[in-house]
């Protein structure tokens, strides 16, 4: 064995790290290598040495400065926790109070027929004073007398969304009941198309004013 | 405690206090990490008490300043105050310390080569010794502290663990996520640059290579 090698080996005996066999390689080394066994009483002082020294002086104090240290970040972290907590509260109910503004606000452009100010848009036409003389057209259910002896205010509206979605069945559709109404101006009629089969409140109310010239 | 044998992890062996009893459920440690689970501040203070000295002594070997030592304890106390709730009833509580004492200074020395820091040694005594044999005392382990400095990283945290704290080279190796035959290399060749520390020391004799 070389005395690199037992060099090697003596530092892992001298912590008692070294395997059974290499052992006895290593005693054989040094009973013959003088210098190996000054090296392995070295070696065996320094380890010595050094377990003796290992132990630090750490007073009380530092020990109660590292305690207090400690806990007062551990109170600070429950500090920012809770802070942090409250913050993300007060966001997350601002962002509540804007999602619901901005949905009210998208909720009223979607529909602007439908609330009172756009409702008065429509052109309003105003036919003579006399009353509407209706003649049914068609055998579907006929509007009342007392609305038709309404006065008669024509508007030409825009019908809702919805309805203007749908296709209009053409006049004479056997699906499509046709309601014509005469004004006291013969140059306004007033038609509804109603979709057979559907309840009268659903039918989209495709009022239709036309002027006959 | 079954995989680290008590006398290494409470240095009865070096020092002489008295290894705690086993690491059942009945132990003393457990109860008081059982009440502080529960969020018993009393029985986290207690439990800091008991292993102070085993955590902050550790973490003065490896980092080599008391002040590094002290603020690397107390990166630890919170990481057991905030991962209590994980640790599992039975297990060995102080192998779990260990391993926290052990990350948090591998964080701190990566930290220190991102940043070194002004020089580190002479390290200051953490009182002003008195008597004779405080003297010694502080003066053999600024000494080692020096010779421990002169260590790569990875060797001194191996020959701590191994010799000043007593594990076995696979403990070591376990704690430091390494194979135990790199472990006993690198110890051996820590053992070899302490002797010729020494031996510089001393003077008069040939340091080895």
Redesign the interface.
């Known amino acids: 064995m070389r005395c690199e090698k037992a060099r090697k080996l003596l530092a892992l005996e001298s912590g008692g790290d070294l395997p059974g066999a290499r052992d006895r390689a290593l005693a054989s080394h040094l009973e013959v290598c003088r210098r190996c066994r000054a090296f392995s009483e070295e070696l065996a002082l320094a380890v010595a040495w050094m377990r003796s020294a290992a132990e630090p002086v750490i007073s009380e104090a530092d020990y109660a400065a590292m305690r207090r240290e400690v806990w007062r970040r551990i109170e600070s972290g429950r500090g920012a926790r809770s802070s942090s907590f409250g913050a993300g509260r007060l966001v997350l109910a601002a962002a509540g109070l804007l999602a619901a503004v901005l949905s009210l606000f998208l909720l009223a452009r979607k529909s602007p027929q439908e609330s009172p100010v756009a409702s008065a848009r429509p052109a309003v036409v105003e036919p003579p004073p006399a009353p509407p003389n209706p003649t049914v057209s068609s055998a579907g259910p006929a509007p009342s007398p007392a609305h038709a002896a309404e006065p008669v205010r024509v508007a030409v509206s825009r019908p809702p969304r919805s309805a203007r979605r749908r296709p209009v069945a053409p006049a004479g559709d056997s699906a499509v009941e046709r309601i014509e109404f005469r004004t006291a101006n013969p140059n306004v009629r007033i038609i509804w198309l109603v979709r057979k089969g559907e309840e009268k409140s659903s039918s989209m109310p495709a009022g239709r004013t036309e002027e006959v010239s | 405690m079954s995989s680290l044998a008590p006398a290494l992890l409470t240095g009865e062996a ?2 002489g206090r008295e290894a705690p009893p086993g690491e059942g459920a009945t132990s003393p440690i457990a109860a008081l990490v059982e009440r502080a689970r529960e969020g018993d501040g009393r029985a986290f ?1 207690r439990l ?2 008991e292993t ?2 085993r955590v ?2 550790l973490a ?2 490896l980092l080599g300043s ?1 002040e590094e ?2 603020d690397a ?2 990166e630890v ?2 990481r057991v ?1 905030r991962h209590l709730g994980r640790f599992r009833a039975g297990e060995d509580f102080h192998a779990w310390l260990y391993r926290i004492t052990v990350n948090v200074c591998r964080d701190s020395i990566r930290r220190r080569r991102r940043n070194p820091p002004a020089p580190a040694f002479p390290v200051e ?3 002003p ?1 008195e008597a004779e044999e ?1 003297l010694l ?2 003066e ?2 600024n ?2 502290l020096e ?1 421990l400095a002169s260590l790569p990283p990875k060797e001194r945290a191996a020959l701590v663990l ?3 704290e007593g594990l076995t ?1 696979e403990q070591v190796a376990r704690l430091l996520g390494s194979r135990a035959a790199t472990v ?1 290399g690198q ?3 820590a ?2 640059r ?2 010729n ?3 510089a020391l001393i003077g008069g ?1 040939e340091a ?1 290579p």
């Open positions: 070096r020092t203070d800091m008490v102070q000295e902050m002594g003065w070997r008391r030592a002290r304890s107390q106390y919170l105050f005594p953490s009182r010794p405080d005392g502080a053999r382990w000494l080692l010779a191994r010799d000043l080279s006993r110890i051996a060749s053992r070899l302490i002797r520390f020494c031996v004799r080895l």
